[in-house]
Nanobody, 123 residues
Framework: QVQLVESGGGLVQTGGSLRLSCAAS????????LGWFRQAQGKEREFVAG????????VYADSVKGRFTISRDNTKNTVYLQMNSLKPEDTAVYYC????????????????WGQGTQVTVSS
């Protein structure tokens, strides 16, 4: 079992920044690569960014490239999503996700989910 706990969501104005955190715990969580997904109201959940535990290889959705940065701190077992230049269309519930030995890039690949954290960008 892997437990994922997100934090850092909130309300921000267009052009602002937020940093989300995902704290991972459980047996063998270091065998899992992590990613961030988001789900806007009335829309399907979509991949945002992912990172491997080893070598910190990163992957981003085109919609967030150049604005969002995913990183991890292995000493704290935590993955971060720094979100800059936020837009109203970034408004969504953001979920941390874990997949064994590879970055999850779609919902079907996810082994574990966090509970989600709301991000709202006002215009």
């Amino acid at each position: 079992q892997v437990q994922l706990v997100e934090s850092g969501g909130g309300l921000v104005q267009t052009g602002g920044s937020l940093r989300l955190s995902c704290a991972a715990s459980g047996r063998s969580f270091s065998n899992y690569d992590l990613g961030w997904f988001r789900q806007a109201q009335g829309k399907e959940r979509e991949f945002v960014a992912g990172i491997t535990w080893v070598a910190a290889v990163t992957v981003y959705a085109d919609s967030v490239k150049g604005r969002f940065t995913i990183s991890r701190d292995n000493t704290k077992n935590t993955v971060y999503l720094q979100m800059n230049s936020l837009k109203p269309e970034d408004t969504a519930v953001y979920y941390c996700a874990a997949r064994r030995l590879n970055i999850p890039t779609n919902e079907a690949q996810v082994d574990y989910w966090g509970q989600g954290t709301q991000v709202t960008v006002s215009s």
